[in-house]
Antibody, heavy 114, light 110 residues
Framework: QLQLQESGPGLVKPSETLSLTCTVSGGSISSSSFHWGWIRQPPGKGLDWIASIYYSGSAYYNPSLKSRVTISVDTSKNQFSLKLNSVTAADTAVYYC??????WGQGALVTVSS | QAGLTQPPSVSEGLKQTATLTCTGNSNNVGNQGAAWLQQHQGHPPKLLSYRNNNRPSGISERFSASRSGNTASLTITALQPEDEADYYCSAWDSSLSAWVFGGGTKLTVL
């Protein structure tokens, strides 16, 4: 059974960079033609797609976040990662990684606060 | 902000049928259909259907999806208390080269 697990700091200061990694176990990130993505959910709000990547490295970004986001994949570690720079309080959310959309991580709450 | 349009809330009675809608355009829902996700409070979303009516293994046949033009629908029959949740649709938008979500529908089972 495929499992995904988000990891990274739970608290980030305003204007700094949010960095999260998703570790995939129970299957290879490079063995299937799926999008591996990051989706976030601000407290009490809906789902917001951030970015996705193929194992080949082709990346796709939410146009409203594109200038601040980088998604990358490390097939040797079976991981993919997210970097979101210049964060503000509006970036406070639960961040999910997913093999879109059939397998999800449990989510990681990231709070942006000084 | 949501790229697809969903009604904020739907209420139906126990054992009744609920139909949730998701409206997009010809670049997203009308092109490749939509995925439907269910989310209970405090849990990650769960995939119910993808590309209109393909159900992952283990998803009840009470959940069925369809599409007409640029609108996707999720029909839930024989409503159970555990169906009370938030439901989201999502589709690939070929003009944006991006995934878009609906704002979500909160289903209440009366």
């Amino acid at each position: 059974q495929l499992q995904l697990q988000e990891s990274g700091p739970g608290l980030v200061k305003p204007s700094e960079t949010l960095s999260l990694t998703c570790t995939v176990s129970g299957g290879s990130i490079s063995s299937s033609s799926f999008h591996w993505g990051w989706i976030r959910q601000p407290p009490g709000k809906g789902l917001d797609w951030i970015a996705s990547i193929y194992y080949s490295g082709s990346a796709y970004y939410n146009p409203s976040l594109k200038s601040r986001v980088t998604i990358s994949v490390d097939t040797s570690k079976n991981q993919f990662s997210l970097k979101l720079n210049s964060v503000t309080a509006a970036d406070t959310a639960v961040y999910y990684c997913a093999r879109q959309y059939d397998f999800w991580g449990q989510g990681a709450l990231v709070t942006v606060s000084s | 902000q949501a790229g697809l349009t969903q009604p904020p809330s739907v209420s139906e009675g126990l054992k009744q049928t609920a139909t949730l809608t998701c409206t997009g355009n010809s670049n997203n829902v009308g092109n490749q259909g939509a995925a439907w996700l269910q989310q209970h409070q405090g849990h990650p979303p769960k995939l119910l259907s993808y590309r209109n009516n393909n159900r992952p293994s283990g998803i009840s046949e009470r959940f069925s999806a369809s599409r007409s033009g640029n609108t996707a629908s999720l029909t839930i029959t024989a409503l159970q208390p555990e169906d009370e949740a938030d439901y989201y649709c999502s589709a690939w938008d070929s003009s944006l080269s991006a995934w878009v979500f609906g704002g979500g529908t909160k289903l209440t089972v009366l």
